[in-house]
């Protein structure tokens, strides 16, 4: 087994591998794939199959490429992209988590933390500095 994980090792190197633009892909390779078989109509669901296929073979040929320059390219300009939605979605679910305070999104787009049940307060906005009362 040692042998078979040097000989892959070997075969890896210098080589793109997995990142996450092709964790991206995969993900979405498995919906259309699970699209497919669900929708049950006649050109729409080969249609998807073979989008899913498309994916699954770009996915392999990021995975083995050895063109290291472009494959990081790709996958930067996917992360420009994908990293504020993925904080947007972290910060959602921290403020969901969070009990013990209320969240006032400010119109300048700032969230204002506010411990709950003190009553009505002045809150000043520390992003553009705005005045508003919240019940809390
Ligand atoms: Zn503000």
């Known amino acids: 087994?040692?042998?078979f994980r040097d000989a892959l090792y070997r075969f890896m190197y210098g080589?793109?591998?997995?990142?996450?633009?092709?964790w991206a892909l995969?993900?979405?390779e498995l919906a259309v794939s699970i699209l497919s078989?669900?929708?049950?109509?006649?050109g729409v669901s080969?249609?998807?199959y073979f989008v899913s296929m498309v994916?699954?073979?770009t996915v392999l040929i990021r995975i083995f490429s050895r063109n290291l320059a472009r494959r990081?390219?790709?996958n930067a300009k996917?992360?420009?992209?994908?990293?504020?939605?993925?904080?947007?979605?972290?910060?959602?679910?921290?403020?969901?988590?969070?009990k013990a305070h209320k969240y006032v999104r400010c119109s300048c787009g700032a969230y204002c933390r506010v411990p709950k049940n003190i009553g009505k307060v002045e809150l000043t906005c520390p992003k553009c500095g705005k005045k508003r009362v919240v019940k809390t």
């Open 72 to 74: 990081q390219a790709e």
């Open 55 to 57: 994916l699954m073979f």
């Open 78 to 98: 996917f992360l420009t992209w994908w990293t504020p939605k993925a904080n947007a979605i972290r910060g959602a679910k921290a403020r969901r988590a969070d």
């Open 15 to 22: 080589r793109n591998g997995v990142d996450a633009l092709n």
């Open 1 to 3: 087994m040692n042998k």
């Open 26 to 28: 995969v993900i979405l």
């Open 46 to 48: 080969q249609a998807l």
């Open 37 to 42: 078989s669900i929708i049950r109509v006649q």
